[in-house]
């Protein structure tokens, strides 16, 4: 009898065969992180058409950006690196500061619309589904995520394969199938973003607890699953 996990990475595996058939061309916005190793893992060895990018935002960790190399390594393929208009850097850093992000919530929403929603909405231009690493059992702000949900901001259909994943299973795909991943993840850091906006966490934390660590739970979405301030679920019909 096949066990529940070889099951979950089955469904998985259907679910990213038919946003290949059904929703060409589709794109998947890899953080590089643990979550998103085992899409690209899953992706790269069924050699689906679904093209692999990265919000280079200028911030990040350099353990992070090594990773680009090492899926070139692994795989011989090349994420395609989407960065922020330097002219919009540029002014929001004379204005405000270089980590003008601490001072407020609203501030460190405009420095990852700059950083990470525009070079998105570039990314996703064009295409008829995207698909991210988003799991339930991240945070608060994503426990009723869909596998596959309607994106009216982007007009396209948005796929989030491993929603019923949990933090057990994404290490067990990663080890038992010699996946490379972020070296950050050995050091504390189960949720990996911006660099000046991560920290490591402590026992018992929550896994994203270490992203935009001074800020309310609720807050701490970048902008690239919001809609008017607002998370948006709508499962299609």
């Given at each position: 009898?096949?066990?529940?996990?070889?099951?979950?990475?089955?469904?998985?595996?259907?679910?990213?065969?038919?946003?290949?058939?059904?929703?060409?061309?589709?794109?998947?916005?890899?953080?590089?992180?643990?979550?998103?190793?085992?899409?690209?893992?899953?992706?790269?060895?069924?050699?689906?058409?679904?093209?692999?990018?990265?919000?280079?935002?200028?911030?990040?960790?350099?353990?992070?950006?090594?990773?680009?190399?090492?899926?070139k390594?692994?795989?011989?393929?090349?994420?395609?690196?989407?960065?922020?208009?330097?002219?919009?850097?540029?002014?929001?850093?004379?204005?405000?500061?270089?980590?003008?992000?601490?001072?407020?919530?609203?501030?460190?929403?405009?420095?990852?619309?700059?950083?990470?929603?525009?070079?998105?909405?570039?990314?996703?231009?064009?295409?008829?589904?995207?698909?991210?690493?988003?799991?339930?059992?991240?945070?608060?702000?994503?426990?009723?995520?869909?596998?596959?949900?309607?994106?009216?901001?982007?007009?396209?259909?948005?796929?989030?394969?491993?929603?019923?994943?949990?933090?057990?299973?994404?290490?067990?795909?990663i080890?038992?199938?010699?996946?490379?991943?972020?070296?950050?993840?050995?050091?504390?850091?189960?949720?990996?973003?911006?660099?000046?906006?991560?920290?490591?966490?402590?026992?018992?934390?929550?896994?994203?607890?270490?992203?935009?660590?001074?800020?309310?739970?609720?807050?701490?979405?970048c902008g690239?699953?919001?809609?008017?301030g607002?998370?948006?679920?709508?499962?299609?019909?």
């Amino acid at each position: 009898m096949q066990s529940a996990f070889d099951t979950l990475v089955r469904d998985t595996n259907a679910t990213l065969v038919r946003i290949a058939a059904d929703f060409s061309p589709a794109v998947f916005a890899s953080s590089l992180a643990a979550e998103d190793m085992v899409l690209t893992d899953l992706i790269l060895r069924a050699a689906l058409p679904i093209q692999i990018f990265t919000l280079e935002t200028g911030r990040l960790h350099a353990e992070t950006l090594g990773m680009l190399d090492r899926i070139k390594e692994t795989y011989g393929y090349t994420v395609t690196p989407f960065k922020p208009e330097t002219a919009a850097v540029d002014s929001y850093v004379a204005q405000h500061g270089l980590n003008a992000f601490y001072d407020s919530v609203e501030m460190r929403k405009e420095c990852c619309r700059i950083r990470k929603v525009e070079p998105l909405n570039r990314a996703l231009a064009g295409n008829k589904a995207w698909v991210t690493g988003q799991r339930r059992a991240q945070s608060t702000t994503r426990n009723e995520l869909a596998v596959q949900e309607d994106d009216a901001a982007h007009n396209m259909s948005k796929f989030n394969p491993l929603a019923d994943w949990s933090e057990e299973d994404v290490w067990h795909y990663i080890r038992s199938h010699g996946v490379p991943y972020n070296p950050l993840h050995d050091k504390g850091f189960p949720s990996i973003g911006c660099e000046p906006c991560t920290r490591a966490i402590e026992p018992g934390e929550d896994v994203r607890a270490g992203r935009w660590w001074w800020e309310n739970p609720d807050s701490k979405e970048c902008g690239l699953h919001v809609v008017d301030g607002k998370l948006i679920r709508i499962k299609p019909a």
